[in-house]
């Protein structure tokens, strides 16, 4: 797609007098390789990588680095190894590319070794910049808090069961895709962890293992290994500095301008794009929606662009295609979806989602990446340029329409403000970065491939050529050095946050003393003792991050953000408020309090988690419930709700003080 391909294609090789020598452009056919080798890799790559990161981590695991948050030794490593694995590429890149311009045969073993670390670079960099900085932690970026707290609580569902249920709510199937903690839980269930401590090594393996991916896909692409390597390395840094804390969007987001490229081949009838396409679309829907919608999106503007432009009957091919796509991908999007979807069409009861109400300061803001002082601004200002100036070529004119696809999300995620919710347009910023850095390594390879022999043909000899491509190869190593080498500082207040939270058994890992946490286990072996097993559970409690550690059911999620619209959020509330109100007055008898948590048209409660004093009976037992305040900012306002400890005064409950906390179990 790049120039190498579509001059390769439109023009015959040709040779470019310098004064004493001629030069070889457009020479990228080497490179190329077929469907069937590009479909192998990207089934094998994959298992490769995971598996290298999958034995780095354990290597990590069994070291004994100090803290990040206490320490800069893992910083100093973090560098050292993305040092090694840039300048590997680097050297074994400027070898390939002077290759080109001689006729000498590469060796065999020089052919595999460059094609092998090109490959795994990436993945090379998520262990690097991430795995070595939690190395000495069993907890992922942030910890245990706010959003993290949710998605462990996820997983740690998914670890307990292989059905697809809710990540909270019993007997409803699951709202947030379940794609990437589903996988999670099997992996939990072979390296026999739990859900929580396995999010760390998964999300590693995971990035790392469609990471693998790029590398030949973009190959195919630009019939370039180089340019290919470059675009996979720029990728993987954009998305270890702006979204690594949700690992399964990652995934989706590192594929979103290859999915540009592929859409204008697709629109013009080609299935192998097609069939590609259709299975990036179905399972990034099984793993985050937000960005399938803006590709898919991006699909139908690609199909409206072609339909204007094309004659006769080849008019019709892109709706063809578009059709095809869109009717494949939402087949294999029901896997995950079908569940919830049949669930909805049985529901008597309106659904209704808050998980779109949240408007950060980012998101009043339209993401200009290329004013930034950084590679991925000079890369963004270089790819602008670039999508400007060779619009009249296909491929590119389809990344810019990708590029405004993801401009007016964001600005039409503003105005839908006035109805009351967002798009989200805060985190497509990671996107149009992604788009314009490629688009700008490509204005790099088109100006090392025509551009200056163009405007100097007398002035570029082969030597000249030579010393280019080592200053090209140079600039850009050095340049993703630095920008690799800050990822451990961008990401800091996560890292830290993973040392600093009091992890599943009670414990930080910065070795300081715990929080409250340290009783959860405690508390778990508790109500387990009363002849209760988690998964079948149902439990109320304020404590997000108690039910992140064990798979308990809750009464009600903790926000209705991450609520499941089924679960009516909103009425449980309230009735735990008239549980509470009615504790102290027509409830405040144990007989009479017990029939009105019986006669909820849910799951009772089994069991309750409240902070108060278990040898104080005057003093009230407290939690909390959400309220979404959306538009306001911060959008939750939490409400404090008190109840009367002689409600559950009888031989019906059992009680235990742990800490701040009273747990109230109800005998079986």
Wanted: hydrophobic share 45%.
């Amino acid at each position: 797609m790049t120039t190498a391909v579509t001059d390769t294609k439109e023009e015959p090789k040709e040779e470019l007098r310098g004064s004493t020598r001629a030069i070889r452009v457009y020479d990228y056919e080497p490179d190329s390789i077929d469907t069937v080798g590009t479909t192998v890799r990207m089934l094998v790559y994959p298992l490769v990588g995971g598996a290298l990161t999958l034995a780095a981590w354990y290597l990590l695991r069994a070291s004994s680095l100090a803290a990040f948050n206490v320490s800069m030794v893992p910083r100093a490593l973090a560098t050292a190894c993305s040092f090694v694995v840039i300048l590997a590429v680097g050297a074994l890149l400027l070898a390939w590319l002077r290759d080109e311009s001689t006729s000498r045969r590469r060796p065999t073993w020089r052919v595999w070794l460059t094609e092998f670390v090109c490959s795994f670079a990436p993945a090379g960099l998520v262990v690097s910049t991430l795995g070595i900085p939690l190395a000495s932690t069993k907890l992922y970026l942030d910890g245990i808090q706010v959003d993290q707290g949710f998605r462990t609580q996820f997983l740690t569902r998914m670890a307990d069961t292989m059905s697809n249920q809710d990540m909270n709510y019993a007997d409803l199937p699951a709202f947030y895709p379940i794609g990437w903690f589903w996988l999670g839980g099997r992996l939990s269930d072979v390296l026999g962890m739990p859900g929580w401590e396995v999010y760390q090594p998964w999300a590693l393996v995971s990035l790392a293992t469609a990471a693998s991916q790029l590398v030949p896909l973009w190959r195919k692409l630009t019939s370039s290994l180089p340019i290919a390597t470059a675009i996979a390395l720029v990728t993987i840094a954009i998305i270890l500095t702006q979204t690594p804390d949700e690992p399964y969007a990652a995934i989706v987001g590192m594929f979103v301008p290859a999915a540009a490229v592929l859409g204008y081949y697709a629109m013009r009838g080609s299935w192998a794009p097609t069939i590609t396409l259709t299975l990036y679309l179905g399972l990034s829907a099984c793993l985050y929606t937000l960005y399938t919608g803006i590709v898919a999106v991006t699909m139908m503007a690609f199909a409206l662009t072609g339909f204007l432009t094309m004659e006769g009957k080849q008019r019709w091919v892109p709706l063809r295609q578009l059709a095809l796509m869109g009717f494949g991908s939402i087949l294999i999007a029901l896997i995950a979806w079908g569940p919830y979807l049949m669930a909805v069409l049985r529901s008597p009861e309106t659904t209704r989602s808050t998980a779109q109400h949240f408007l950060p300061s980012e998101g009043a803001e339209v993401p200009l990446p290329f004013f930034d002082l950084s590679l991925v601004g000079l890369l963004s200002l270089a790819g602008l340029v670039f999508l400007v100036v060779r619009f009249r070529r296909p491929e590119i004119a389809h990344i810019s329409i990708a590029v405004g696809v993801c401009y007016v999300w964001v600005v039409g995620s503003m105005v839908i403000t006035l109805a009351g919710t967002t798009l989200l347009g805060f985190r497509v910023e990671v996107l149009v970065a992604l788009l314009l850095s490629t688009a700008g390594i490509l204005a790099i390879a088109d100006l090392r491939l025509s551009g200056l022999a163009v405007l100097y043909p007398n002035s570029i000899s082969k030597r000249c050529s030579h010393l280019l491509t080592t200053l090209f190869v140079l600039l850009l190593a050095t340049a993703t050095l630095g920008y690799v080498q800050q990822i451990p500082a961008e990401n800091e207040s996560f890292i830290d946050e993973a040392y600093a939270s009091t992890d599943g058994n009670g414990e930080r890992s910065d070795l300081r003393e715990s929080d409250v946490g340290r009783y959860y286990k405690q508390m778990d072996e508790y109500i387990q003792s009363r002849g209760y097993t988690p998964g079948e559970t149902v439990l109320f409690t304020d404590e997000i991050n108690f039910m992140a550690y064990h798979p308990y059911r809750g009464f009600n999620a903790f926000t209705s953000h991450y609520a499941n619209p089924l679960g009516e959020f909103d009425a449980r509330n309230e009735s735990l408020k008239q549980w509470a109100n009615g504790s102290f007055n027509e409830l405040s008898n144990p007989q009479a309090f017990a029939a009105a948590i019986d006669d909820a048209p849910w799951a009772p409660p089994q069991a309750f988690i409240f902070r108060g004093s278990e040898t104080d009976p005057e003093a009230p037992w407290k939690t909390h419930i959400a309220h979404d305040i959306f538009p306001s900012q911060p959008n939750v306002h939490y409400e404090a709700l008190f109840f009367n400890p002689a409600a559950f005064n009888s031989p019906e409950w059992d009680t235990q003080q742990f800490g701040p906390f009273v747990v109230v179990v109800r005998n079986r």
